[in-house]
């Protein structure tokens, strides 16, 4: 029998000009300021000879996604604050705490990418990754919060209505918060979902719900100039089920993730991969897991019973290598060859006893 389990961290050039190019692209004029920033905030290197592999680029990107959102969110709750100051409106002004709040989510998830950048120990052999799968149940939990601060304030309002100043400072104010919110939402997102962040992803969920609250402040502004004291605190309940079904798709996204799902479709590419592998006479069975914003998979393959041991290697390193191409955000593969006479791991514990009886 020949067994073979290979680890490997696989770097792609053009993976890597294809990265580039999409950040030039979208963030050159953000290139100058971003560079003083991150050379302040961010672990860096001036030895030549660092190399840089896929996934440490992705961190860079989501480190990058957080502190530009942050500072987005920042200048909005600034320009809510100075409206807030001149109308007097309490209902912006805690719509004004609000997006203060939801940009500080950003902190827990930078921590959690700088972990995932610390090497594996002999205590965390798989690295730090899953930290970032920490920080989404924080995010999820803020949002949780977010639904039953909306839902409360909603009904109290329903139940004492109070009527809502300086309507046209108030609407504009509105109108600031939902396009920054939008904004960083759709940024978040996007950055997430290219770099397989589910943390992420529900952060930028959780900065639309914002964006929807603060569309709220801009309805019930709407609805007060019509005389209608009752349009706050109804579309105030609306926020709040907006919200609520925000959280639904951000906690099982998250819990998904925890539970190491993965899309089908990406278990279907790895067998395709395998399958084309020359000796690779069936492919047992495949399993990938997410460690933070990673993928790791594991296979069991079938060859012929009389290849050497170094044929059988051979084979389990191209299969990993080909998996590497065919599998995106894959940077590492465990492969096990067994023989075409005794495929499946159900064979091994009597191969195990076989190998013993002489010694008894």
């Not at 961190?59 to 990058?64: A, I």
């Not at 700088?114 to 924080?138: F, K, Q, S, V």
């Not at 950055?191 to 992803?201: D, M």
């Not at 609805?223 to 349009?231: E, F, T, V």
């Amino acid at each position: 029998m020949n067994d073979h389990d290979h680890g490997h961290s696989h770097e792609h050039d053009d993976h890597k000009h294809d990265e580039h190019e999409h950040g030039h692209r979208h963030d050159g004029r953000l290139a100058a300021w971003w560079h003083r920033l991150a050379h302040a905030v961010v672990p860096h290197s001036h030895d030549s000879r660092a190399k840089i592999d896929p996934a440490l680029e992705s961190s860079r990107d989501g480190l990058r996604a957080l502190w530009i959102s942050l500072v987005g969110l920042g200048i909005t709750a600034v320009a809510q604050a100075v409206i807030v100051v001149l109308s007097g409106s309490v209902a912006l002004l805690g719509d004004t705490l609000h997006n203060v709040a939801d940009a500080l989510t950003a902190v827990p998830l930078g921590i959690a990418f700088l972990l995932g950048r610390r090497a594996a120990t002999r205590a965390y052999t798989y690295g730090y990754g899953r930290a970032e799968d920490l920080a989404g149940i924080i995010i999820v939990a803020v949002i949780a919060a977010s639904a039953i601060a909306a839902a409360w304030t909603a009904v109290t309002r329903l139940l004492h209505p109070t009527d809502v100043t300086h309507l046209p400072w108030v609407a504009a104010a509105g109108l600031v918060g939902f396009a920054g919110n939008e904004l960083v939402a759709q940024y978040r997102i996007r950055v997430g979902r290219r770099i397989g962040s589910a943390a992420l992803v529900a952060d930028g969920l959780h900065a639309r719900t914002d964006g929807y609250t603060s569309l709220a402040v801009l309805a019930a502004a709407g609805g007060a100039a019509l005389g209608w004291r009752w349009a706050d605190p109804v579309v105030g309940v609306v926020i709040a089920v907006a919200i609520t079904l925000v959280l639904k798709d951000a906690a099982r996204e998250v819990y998904r993730r925890l539970m190491d799902a993965v899309d089908p479709a990406l278990v279907d590419q790895a067998e395709t991969a395998l399958r084309a592998v020359d000796g690779v006479r069936d492919v047992a069975a495949v399993r990938l897991r997410w460690i933070g914003h990673r993928l790791h998979a594991e296979a069991e393959l079938v060859v012929d019973a009389d290849l050497s041991l170094v044929a059988a290697h051979e084979i389990a390193a191209d299969a990993e290598h080909q998996l590497t191409h065919a599998v995106p955000r894959l940077t590492g593969a465990t492969v096990h060859t067994d023989p075409d006479s005794h495929p499946g791991g159900h064979h091994h514990p009597d191969l195990s006893h076989r190998r013993r009886q002489p010694f008894r």
